[in-house]
């Protein structure tokens, strides 16, 4: 089985429930369950009742211990990491090839953002080097994130090491950054964004309310620009 060192891991916090039907519905609208690829929904105490995916309660505290922990319930070497308020809005094709390529070409993380370019609003430079005319590669040295939080297949180790003790994600993001560079001047970190991908996905959340697209997507009125 290709996929069996591969999980899908959700992570939200109870305060989130209001994003989790949604999710939930529009997910199992595009996402292909024959892949076989396990999935869990890692939260604090709430129950929650998803027909295919697995529950993991982490209990409450910070952000970074709580995926940390949830990381650590599963045996899996891989993880497809992925927020509550992140909704499809199509289906993610190729993943097979994806993740064989992640594992070919040692990829320490694989990001899914959509139609990137060299420069995307500031937020990621690329190196103009393109891995079998399909991935971008991270820019290390000059990134402004490196640690980012988007939907991607990480080495669940990699992910690890830069969880670090009561962090929320942001401080997270920033702080991992730092590490990452750093530890880049060492050991050369592979991170890779898919080139040239239709957009699959669409954040709803803003300073924790639902944005428009949120409500679009549910009453099916969402355009894919």
């Not at 040692?106 to 393109?130: A, H, P, R, T």
């Not at 399909?134 to 669940?156: D, G, S, T, V």
């Not at 942001?170 to 592979?190: F, H, L």
Request: hydrophobic content about 40%; aromatic content about 18%.
């Amino acid at each position: 089985m290709i996929f069996k060192d591969l999980a899908i891991v959700v992570h939200t916090m109870d305060k989130y429930e209001f994003c989790w039907n949604g999710w939930y519905e529009t997910f199992k609208k595009y996402w292909d369950f024959n892949l076989n690829i396990d999935i869990y929904f890692a939260n604090e105490v709430k129950d929650i009742n998803f027909p295919g995916i697995k529950q993991l309660k982490t209990g409450v505290g910070e952000w970074s211990d709580r995926l940390n922990k949830a990381f650590n319930m599963i045996p899996h070497k891989h993880v497809f990491y992925w927020q509550e308020d992140m909704w499809m809005i199509q289906e993610l094709k190729n993943i097979r090839q994806y993740y064989q390529d992640f594992i070919n070409y040692d990829m320490d993380y694989l990001m899914f953002m959509s139609k990137i370019l060299k420069v995307e609003n500031g937020y990621v430079d690329f190196e103009e080097k393109i891995l079998l005319d399909k991935y971008l590669k991270f820019n290390i040295e000059i990134c402004r994130w490196i640690i980012f939080h988007q939907p991607a297949i990480w080495k669940k180790e990699f992910f690890l090491k830069y969880l670090q003790h009561c962090e929320d994600p942001w401080v997270n993001e920033i702080e991992g950054t730092k590490r990452a560079r750093e530890d880049n001047k060492i050991k050369k970190i592979n991170i890779y964004n898919v080139y040239d991908l239709n957009k699959w996905y669409q954040p709803v959340v803003h300073k924790g309310k639902f944005i428009k697209s949120a409500e679009e997507i549910l009453n099916g009125t969402y355009k894919i620009l």
